[in-house]
């Protein structure tokens, strides 16, 4: 008996450890297939890149394909990681980065990034990060459009909307694809406010209503815990 004891206290701490140690394994691994995913997909061109560097991509990534589908002469590829076991374990909430390339007549002519946590602040929508590119500003966005950069998000959400177009420059692309993934793979809480997902493209969001005077610091009463974004 004494010795099935002490095997079971030097085995039950191994035992923790081991687990612990795979989770953050797991975590590193899915945190590095999405950045892998975003930064092949960032760097297609929309109105240049073809249908075929899509599919050079999905077929490196292809364990991640979700959907791909073809009506017409317009075809879609779907990418998906989720943080499955660090919130099956409630290690953290559920976590998602999603990725969409659409391609029209042979050419990639829209991109849909986002990176969301159910963070449970907002009522009907998770805390989250989105890009939308396209290579003209598709209709849902029409009523709101200020290309070739612009963020459709009502101030206050806990998100943030990035949309652009083929004509955006080098350095707004950067911040619409510069995503934290820290988000997917976060244990515990935090992660509730719209920088971060999307950090640079925040602080453009936050400049560009400066300029609009919806307050002198851009957000006035809103994100007062946005002292802690980078």
């Known amino acids: 008996m004494k010795i099935s004891r002490r095997v079971w206290w030097i085995a039950l701490p191994a035992a923790i450890l081991l687990v612990a140690c795979a989770l953050v394994i797991y975590g590193v691994v899915i945190r ?3 950045n892998a995913i975003l930064k092949d997909i ?5 109105g240049v890149s073809s249908s075929r560097q899509l599919n050079t ?3 490196r990534h292809k364990k991640s394909v979700v959907q791909k589908s073809c009506t017409g002469d317009t075809c879609t590829v779907s990418f998906q990681v989720y943080n499955t076991w660090l919130y099956r374990l409630k290690l953290e909430p559920v976590a998602r980065f999603f990725a969409s390339v659409q391609v029209k007549d042979g050419v990639v002519n829209c991109i849909d ?7 449970k602040v907002f009522p009907t929508s998770p805390s989250a990060g989105q890009t939308v590119e ?11 459009a200020s290309p070739p950069y612009w963020f459709p998000t009502p101030v206050g959400k806990p998100y943030l909307f990035v949309a652009l177009t083929a004509k955006a420059d080098p350095v707004q692309r950067q911040h619409a694809y510069q995503y934290s ?4 793979v976060k244990p515990g809480g935090g992660c509730d406010l719209p920088c971060d997902y999307l950090p640079a493209a925040w602080h453009d969001w936050q400049a560009e209503l400066r300029q609009r005077r919806f307050a002198p610091d851009g957000f006035g009463e809103y994100y007062p815990a946005r002292a802690r974004c980078p």
């Open 113 to 119: 990034i986002s990176l969301s946590r159910d963070t």
């Open 32 to 34: 590095a297939r999405a």
């Open 57 to 59: 991509v999905a077929l």
């Open 42 to 46: 960032a760097a297609l061109k929309v």
């Open 181 to 184: 993934l820290r988000c997917l």
């Open 134 to 144: 396209c290579f003209t500003i598709p209709r849902f966005l029409a009523f709101s």
